[in-house]
T-cell receptor, first 113, second 115 residues
């Protein structure tokens, strides 16, 4: 079935550095790719999403790139701050499979002050 | 309401007990999802409703799990004869449209512990 692989599982960066999280997926027909941030004990919150008709989208310090040929998409956080520390999940909604959203296993990001 | 509300926030159940978890979606949201999130893992899809219709229940792990949304608003996830492996956070999410590429808003979740 469809799946999403997310790397790395843990990422530690110094404040001000950039962080990159990458996901690969198997369903070539997927056309919507959201990223969620989940702080400890809190709900997942959408931080950025991209649709398959564009290759890159940016929102202030956060950007997402999509390579449909290679079936991978990445989250880029620049000028990281301690409040960026959280678990980040990528997700896909496969074209086949109704409305199921498939999440990656998550990346725990630590930003050291 | 202002956001998706779930109750209870925490539930401890003895093995074999039945539990019912409630989700109040954002008012007017057509789509409602249930997910199961084990410790240290991403959410796993359980089931999807569009209004009162349950369109996808492919993620329900066994026939002990049952979900309903009789009036197209509040939803209840019921787990019968709970087992230890059912221990997880159960997340509910809603979105405004019945489309596949619409932002979903999550509730805080119900943390179920089966002892």
């Amino acid at each position: 079935g469809e799946n999403v692989e997310q790397h790395p599982s843990t990422l530690s960066v110094q404040e001000g550095d950039s962080a990159v999280i990458k996901c690969t997926y198997s369903d070539s027909a997927s056309n919507y790719f959201p990223w969620y941030k989940q702080e400890l004990g809190k709900r997942p919150q959408l931080i950025i999403d991209i649709r398959s008709n564009v290759g890159e989208k940016k929102d202030q310090r956060i950007a997402v790139t999509l390579n449909k040929t290679a079936k991978h998409f990445s989250l880029h956080i620049t000028e990281t701050q301690p409040e960026d520390s959280a678990v980040y999940f990528c997700a896909i909604i496969p074209r086949v499979g109704g409305f199921k959203t498939i999440f990656g296993a998550g990346t725990r990001l630590f930003v050291k002050a | 309401g202002a956001g998706v509300s779930q109750s209870p926030r925490y539930k401890v159940a003895k093995r074999g007990q039945d539990v019912a978890l409630r989700c109040d979606p954002i008012s007017g949201h057509v789509s409602l999802f249930w997910y199961q999130q084990a410790l240290g893992q991403g959410p796993e899809f359980l089931t999807y409703f569009q209004n009162e219709a349950q369109l996808d229940k492919s993620g329900l792990p066994s026939d002990r799990f049952f979900a309903e949304r009789p009036e197209g608003s509040v939803s209840t996830l019921k787990i019968q004869r709970t087992q230890q492996e059912d221990s997880a956070v159960y997340l509910c999410a809603s979105s405004s449209a019945g489309q596949r590429n619409t932002e979903a808003f999550f509730g805080q979740g119900t943390r179920l512990t089966v002892v």
